[in-house]
């Protein structure tokens, strides 16, 4: 079986699929635009890709190519043409919960940041500014405040683990939770429709996401959301930028003292680097109020090499059996 790794990939995770027998062909840097050449050039039976988009285009040149499975090693799908795939009658499964343990540090780093502008401090600390007087005693302190955690998947349940263990409160909203399934978690049972949802913006001083981006949750954190939460309330975001409308965020940004820690966005590049400048991000660029970071929730060591592991052992599944275990797309 030839395994085509048109990504970044772990060393472990290369030799571990040579050791199953496999031919394995990594290129990192071919890239979206590159792909659909590489697949015909290359004919793999399985494709891994990490971020590299795979668009409908690449989806048909990998039918074409012999592509019978791919796999996403990372938790999301939203890069890979998911429709496509299955009118191909391609598989895609992907290493969900592997990457949970990197985001919700980052999370809790994003929450920190919010809470004691720990990047402006740094900015100003670079510019020979000492200011304790702007910055001295203005943080409200993570303890005793209410933490509402959208999404109960693996990421949002070691987020919830960990905000316990700074002493908040946490209010969970799923539109899977049951009141039960919270209370296990430690946590207050926050609903699963969209009043509960808007209920749980007006309880909680900070709000984190961790949610799909699917149709249902598409600009689901919009307006209404935003109008229900407390003043110089934070909000983060580590799962896909579409879940936020960033106009009414930046709107409450400006008018309601909203703090936003960000690791993704409506809009981002498709490609690990750009020019200087050619990232035109209204909400990147923003200033105070908003601090970013790279879509690198899951980039850790540890969280990179879970992801690694669990990418061989999807393809020794499908290698051994024909099972696509993971799959989002089983029709």
């Known amino acids: 079986m030839k395994v085509y790794i048109a990504d970044k990939f772990e060393k472990a995770g290369i030799e571990g699929l040579k050791q199953l027998g496999c031919e394995v062909v990594s290129e990192p840097d071919v890239g979206a635009d590159k792909l659909a050449e590489g697949l015909a050039r290359i004919k793999p039976g399985v494709l891994v890709v990490r971020s590299t988009k795979v668009p409908k285009a690449s989806v048909e040149a990998a039918a074409a190519s012999g592509v019978k499975l791919i796999v996403r090693a990372g938790a999301g799908v939203d890069n890979i043409d998911v429709p496509a795939a299955t009118a191909a009658g391609i598989r895609v499964a992907n290493c969900a919960g592997m990457n949970a343990i990197a985001v919700a540090e980052l999370t809790m780093g994003l929450l920190l940041a919010c809470d004691r502008r720990i990047p402006d401090q740094t900015i100003d600390a670079r510019a020979g500014t000492w200011n304790k007087k702007e910055y001295g005693s203005k943080a409200k302190g993570l303890a005793g405040s209410v933490l509402g955690v959208v ?12 905000a316990i263990a700074f002493d908040m ?8 939770i049951t009141r ?6 430690g946590a207050e049972w926050g609903g699963v429709d969209t009043p509960a949802l808007h209920e749980l ?3 909680s001083d900070a709000v984190t996401l961790h949610l799909p981006l699917a149709p249902d949750t598409k600009g689901l954190i919009g307006a209404e959301f935003f109008a229900r939460m407390k003043p110089g309330a934070y909000i983060i975001n580590t799962s896909r930028g579409g879940v936020i409308n960033e106009a009414a965020m930046l709107e409450a940004i400006k008018t309601k003292g909203i703090r936003a820690g960000l690791d993704v966005y409506e ?5 690990p680097t750009t020019p200087a400048g050619e990232w035109n991000s209204q909400t990147a ?7 970013c970071t790279h879509h690198i929730g899951a980039s850790t060591d540890q969280s990179q090499n879970a992801i690694a592991h669990e990418t061989v ?8 059996t024909g099972k696509a275990e993971n799959c989002v797309n089983p029709a």
């Not at 999404?151 to 960990?162: P, Q």
């Not at 660029?285 to 601090?291: C, H, I, S």
């Open 151 to 162: 999404g109960a998947g693996a990421i949002g349940r070691a987020v919830v683990k960990r």
């Open 169 to 176: 409160r946490v209010i969970v909203w799923s539109r899977s």
């Open 180 to 185: 039960e399934h919270a209370k296990d978690l």
């Open 201 to 203: 913006a007006s309880k």
């Open 267 to 271: 809009t981002q590049p498709g490609t």
């Open 285 to 291: 660029r923003f200033g105070p109020g908003v601090y």
């Open 313 to 320: 052992r999807l393809v020794s599944v499908w290698k051994n």
